[in-house]
Nanobody, 124 residues
């Protein structure tokens, strides 16, 4: 079992930055693919960014060049640095984990463990 707890959400301004963190416990995340998803009001949960097999990363086009996902296996944490924020980034952000199979999955159904989510609100 992996327990995930997100932190770092809050209110940001358009053009500003926020950093989200996801602390894992129960298992070391080094053998897991770690991803961030988000869900805006009235919309389905969507993949945002993922990191797997040591240094591979993938970003959805809408955040590419603005968001960076990193992991620190030493403290069992994965982070999402969000720069150049836009109002459309407003959503609840979730951290998710699945055993690393060498491929990144972007479907929510592919992930076994989820955090409780943290709200990010970006004002214009």
């Amino acid at each position: 079992q992996v327990q995930l707890v997100e932190s770092g959400g809050g209110l940001g301004q358009a053009g500003g930055s926020l950093r989200l963190s996801c602390a894992a416990s129960g298992r070391t995340i080094s053998s897991y693919a770690m991803s961030w998803f988000r869900q805006a009001p009235g919309k389905e949960r969507e993949f945002v960014a993922g990191r797997w097999s040591r240094d591979n990363t993938y970003y959805v086009d809408s955040v590419k060049g603005r968001f960076t996902v990193s992991r620190d296996n030493g403290v069992n944490t994965v982070s999402l640095q969000m720069n150049s924020l836009k109002p459309e980034d407003t959503a609840v952000y979730y951290c998710a984990a699945r055993p690393d199979s060498g491929f990144l999955r972007t479907a929510t159904s592919s992930y076994d463990y989820w955090g409780q989510g943290t709200q990010v609100t970006v004002s214009s």
